[in-house]
């Protein structure tokens, strides 16, 4: 097995509540030069060695993120 | 008439919607246990509020994949009547029996308020009772309730006459401190496009009783059971279509 590593956020241009109050918080504590954040969902999912990245693909688009709202970058090779 | 109510492991509302349908309504109702493939006869469908597996993942999410929603979506396919509240909404959402998603509340607070809707349209089995334009109250409780759908996806709605229900207030105007979660253009509930599936994201079940603050809810389960009844076929959407 090995492991894939995907990260979802939700899409530019989409209001991320709370990413800006994170924001505010870091401002808060002085980093002040802080820009945008973005806060999102990080999964690890164990897959057979050579598994079929479009698997991986469906997996992300039909239900561990909603393609209407997020987008997501798969990271790990199978 | 049967209703079936249905049951996933971490929904929390569907006691309050048995006991309006059998105690305030006098109906049969039944549970429906979401690991069950069946919708075991029911006429009229309610997907209850709560927190169905954890709104892991996001609201509604795992519940979409629960062996009963099969059955959901060939009842809705043969355009049985379908209402979600609350997490009932989310999980249709996320099941893709109804259009958008949910966005976490703008506040990031968790809204427990008594708010007012504004029918929008009442074409579907829920909402034929009612008035457009009427301004109904009831209560909301989310996290997640901020409807958001692209533009392409909003106009079209907005033409095919499918939101339901827009947030408002007592005189029915689209305020913007009548929007409790930041839903886009104050939508609170919408249909498919053949209307016999309604999302909403304020609770009738809580506004089901004087003794609760308001009566309005009942008018949307009395609907429904007009539709059955057949009483009004002329103003059907799903019949005409």
Known sequence: MTTVRIVITLKPGILDAAGQAVRQGLQALGYGDVGDVRVGRYLEIAVPRGADPTQIEAMCERFLANPLIEEWRIGGTP | MRFGVVVFPGSNCDRDCLHVLRSVLGQDADELWSGEASTSGADVLILPG?????????????????????????????????????????????????????????????????????????????????????????????????????????????QEERVVFRYCDAQGRLREGANPNGSLHHIAGVSSASGNVVGMMPHPERASEALLGSTDGRLLFESVLAYLAGTRPDNDLVARR
């Not at chain 2, 301004?135 to 907005?158: C, D, Q, T």
Request: aromatic fraction near 10%; hydrophobic fraction near 45%; charged fraction near 15%.
């Open chain 2, 50 to 158: 709560g927190f169905a597996y954890g709104d892991y993942l996001r609201a509604g999410a795992v519940a979409a994949t629960a062996p009963i929603m099969s059955a959901v979506r060939a009842f809705a396919a043969r355009g049985g009547p379908v209402l979600g509240i609350c997490n009932g909404f989310q999980v249709l959402l996320e099941a893709g029996l109804l259009p958008g998603a949910m966005l976490r509340n703008r506040s990031l607070r968790f809204c427990c308020t008594t708010v007012f809707l504004r029918v929008e349209s009442a074409r579907t089995p829920f909402t034929r009772g009612l008035r457009e334009g009427q301004v109904l109250r009831m209560p909301i409780a989310h996290g997640e309730g901020s409807y958001y759908a692209p533009a392409a996806l909003a106009e079209r709605l907005g």
